[in-house]
Structure formats: C-alpha cells, structure tokens
C-alpha cells in the first residue's frame, strides 16, 4: 500500500509539472483505469477537429462515440455522447461547435464501442431483440476511453 501510494504522489507531480496530455492520460489511466489513449483537438474556423491514433480490429467492436463536457478532470461529470460513428474513424469533426457553443472551456473525450456478446451468440435467448437501436443500448459498453483533449471556445 505504502508502495503505491508513493507511486501515485510521483505520478501525481510529474502529471502538475507538465501540461502534456500523454501524461496526464497515463496518470488518469493509472489513477482510474479509465483512459486508455490519447487524444488532440483544435479548433479551425466554426470547427472543433478532434483526432487519435488507436484502432481496433477485434470481431466485437462497433465503432466510436465522441462525448463532450464543461468539466475537468471528474470521470463522473455529465459528458454529454454527440456523436455515434461505425467503423474505425482517426478523426472527427464537431461541426459548427465555435458558434453554438457558449464560450467557454470544453473537454472532449472517444470511447470506443464493443458488443456485449461476440456475434454468433447475439441471439433471442441472450436478450437481443434485432432491433439495431435497441440492441445497441441494451447489449453494448465501452471498451477503451481517452483522456480528454481540451479546447477554449472564445
């Protein structure tokens, strides 16, 4: 325990000497196991583009959920989900966020999306209903999250 706790108070001032996401992300991920990878964001003209190296391949996976929020640092703030994407994208673009968004800070966040049941067992008797909406609520989690990218809406 004592180990541990010696670990985290390093971790803790490496993560306040230095404003790299990479390293707060580790530090977040090591703290909460919650952050698995890395994102960036910036903001181009109306636009916030957000992007990250991480993939997946695996037979269960679905896609990625883009969340955004006005508060840091708190895994149990109200990220709200803005977007649902199939596929494998490295970017996404949050399309007009500078003029609807109050000024303000946001901090944005990617979830990547697995299937509860691999898909030969995506069956009646193991509660799916075929139905891809349903389904999608009710059978799926979020296998890997990043840290959050943080940007200033002026």
Known sequence: MKYIKSITVILLLLYSLTGCSYVSDYVEGQITNRASFSIDAE??????????????????????????????????????????????????????AVTILDSGVYFYRVGFIHWDDPLEDQTAENGYTGNATTDYNDKTHISKVSGYAKVYIP
């Open 43 to 96: 903001i181009s003209g109306n636009n916030v583009i957000l992007s990250w190296s991480e993939t997946d391949y695996s037979d269960d996976f679905i896609g990625v959920e883009i969340y955004r929020s006005e508060y840091e640092n708190d895994e149990y703030a109200p990220y709200i989900m803005i977007q649902k994407i199939s596929g494998n994208p490295k970017s996404y673009t949050d399309s007009g």
